[in-house]
């Protein structure tokens, strides 16, 4: 796994140790990235359920003014800070540990451009995710963008009040479904 273009272009990056995580291939990272193309320079990141932290390193390498990770795993936590030291951006960047869920449920600190979820397979967590920011959307704006990486077997269409799905692109084994909050 490396970063694909950018300031850090090339920099290999540590995978979490185990099996607890499913790291983004560089395949769907790139193609994630051309069809937001553009769109990173000064922009802000909810990187849920990050993992290794690839896809909100990602950004940042693209111009990205700030990212923030969260994982409820230790060591997740652990390598996400250092691929952040690996990669030396001088970017603004917070890590945080601990449940999605609380997080998303809190009152919002900051409003966030894109917000990226790929939780654990199989588990349903990308619809509590999903619905969670749908009930408190104030932790994005009429602009942002929500994606959500899943295995397409998992996918269904869900009510929601205040996002709609906009487009789907599957990449062999991984579904990114890409959701807004439509102008009033």
């Not at 619905?131 to 932790?139: A, S």
Request: aromatic share 10%; proline share 4%; hydrophobic share 40%.
């Amino acid at each position: 796994m490396r970063v694909i273009t950018g300031i850090a272009k090339g920099r290999k990056l540590k995978d979490v140790p185990g099996d607890s995580t499913r790291p983004i291939t560089d395949r769907v990272k790139e193609a994630l990235f051309n069809i937001l193309a553009g769109e990173m320079l000064d922009s802000t990141w909810w990187d849920l359920f990050a993992g290794t932290g690839a896809v909100g390193i990602e950004a940042l390498s693209r111009g990205a003014e700030f990212v923030q990770f969260t994982d409820i795993e230790r060591k997740a936590i652990q390598t996400i800070q250092e691929n952040l030291e690996l990669i030396e951006l001088p970017s603004k960047v917070k890590v945080k540990q601990g449940d999605v869920f609380s997080f998303l449920q809190a009152k919002p600190d900051r409003i966030f451009d894109y917000i990226y979820i790929a939780p654990p397979q199989y588990k349903e967590l990308w619809i509590k995710t999903l619905c969670t920011l749908d009930e408190n959307i104030m932790w994005i704006h009429e602009n942002s963008c929500v994606i959500v990486q899943i295995h397409p077997r998992e996918y269904q269409e869900i009510n929601l009040k205040n996002l709609v799905e906009y487009d789907q692109r599957k990449y062999g084994s991984t579904l990114l479904v890409f959701y807004e909050q439509p102008e009033n």
